[in-house]
């Protein structure tokens, strides 16, 4: 099921593309893998009100961050910034080795660097 969920995430990403009216600005890339994402945030009074993404990599990188920019949008940035790796491993719902941890990783990375910016 997990599995499946991923490869849905990674056909038809969610807010993928560039968005317009970003206040933050960030990009990652894992040079183990090649993954590449660049994440646009729209923050008002300390909210995230719209979130987006572009990238190209592997299955997991692109449907973590399709499934984080799901959660993340209409949260306080402290809330945000609590997030932990567990969240995006459990919202993945596999068993990772460490290199494919690294593609998980990436959109928390990314999003925790935006708000830290």
Do not use: W
Not at 11 to 39: M, S, V, W, Y
Not at 46 to 73: H, W
Not at 98 to 103: D, E, F, G, S, W
Not at 104 to 116: E, F, V
């Amino acid at each position: 099921m997990y599995q499946e969920e991923i490869l849905e995430h990674y056909r038809h990403p969610h807010h993928h593309g560039k968005l317009e009216h970003a206040t933050k600005i960030q990009a990652e890339h894992n040079p183990l893998c090649g993954d590449k994402l660049t994440f646009y945030l729209e923050i008002k009074n300390n909210v995230v009100v719209d979130v987006s993404f572009e990238g190209e990599g592997c299955a997991i990188s692109q449907a973590a961050a399709s499934m984080l920019t799901d959660e993340i949008i209409g949260k306080p940035i402290t809330e945000i910034q609590q997030l932990q790796k567990e969240h995006v491993l459990n919202m993945l719902g596999i068993e990772l080795g460490p290199t494919r941890l690294k593609c998980a990783l990436l959109s928390l990375q990314g999003i925790t660097r935006a708000l830290n910016s």
